[in-house]
C-alpha cells in the first residue's frame, strides 16, 4: 500500500486526518458536496475551497478526462517528490493531463492559500471513512478511487480514460 513517509519541515503531520481541528479553525473552508450533483461540474472558486469527498466520488469524475492525474497531496511534505501545486499543475497542463489534488490530511494554514490550479483541491471525507487515522482512510480512498486494492509506488496516480494505469513518484515517469 502507499506509505506516507517524506521528509517535512516543522511539526511533523501525516498520521491523523486533522479534519475536526480545520473544521473547528475555518469551518467555511470545508465544502461538503450534495451527492446529487456531479463532482466534474463543481468549479474552482475565486476563494479557496477544499471539496470533501470519497474516493467513488472521485473516481467518477476521473472517468471523464482522457488523461488524468491524481496527486496524494501532503500540505507539509518537502521531499523530492513532493510538488508544488502551482508547478504539478504547469507539468500536467504542457503533457496535456487532466490534474486533481486530493490532500492526504488537512492543514488549514496551507489549505487556505488560493494555488494556481484548475480544479478545486479535494480533501478526503475521513467520516464517510469512520477513520481519523491517514492509514485506514487513505488506503480505503485508493482502494474505491482505483477499483481494487493496487499498490502504489508514488504520490501520482495516473489514469487513462478512467481506469487506473499506474502509480509514479515523479511527474516525469507518465
Not at 18 to 46: G, M, V, W
Not at 113 to 119: A, F, R, S, T
Request: hydrophobic share 30%; aromatic share 14%.
Amino acid at each position: 500500500m502507499f506509505s506516507n513517509a517524506c521528509s517535512i519541515k516543522g511539526s511533523f503531520q501525516g498520521l491523523y486526518s486533522y479534519h475536526s481541528k480545520t473544521k473547528a479553525q475555518d469551518p467555511q473552508l470545508l465544502i461538503f458536496p450534495d451527492t446529487s450533483t456531479s463532482l466534474c461540474e463543481i468549479r474552482k472558486l475565486n476563494t479557496p475551497g477544499i471539496l470533501v469527498i470519497n474516493g467513488s466520488r472521485l473516481k467518477e469524475c476521473v472517468k471523464t478526462n482522457n488523461k488524468a492525474v491524481v496527486y496524494l497531496w501532503a500540505p507539509k511534505c518537502k521531499s523530492k517528490f513532493c510538488y508544488p501545486l502551482n508547478f504539478l499543475q504547469q507539468k500536467c497542463d504542457t503533457k496535456g493531463i487532466t490534474l486533481y489534488v486530493v490532500a492526504g490530511y488537512y492543514d488549514t494554514q496551507l489549505m487556505q492559500i488560493n494555488y494556481e490550479i484548475n480544479k478545486p483541491i479535494c480533501g478526503i471525507d475521513v467520516e464517510y471513512y469512520n477513520s481519523d487515522r491517514t492509514s485506514k482512510y487513505l488506503s480505503k480512498f485508493i482502494y474505491d478511487l482505483t477499483s481494487g486494492s493496487h499498490y502504489l509506488s508514488g504520490r501520482l496516480i495516473y489514469f487513462e480514460d478512467g481506469v487506473f494505469k499506474k502509480s509514479f513518484e515523479s511527474i516525469e515517469e507518465i
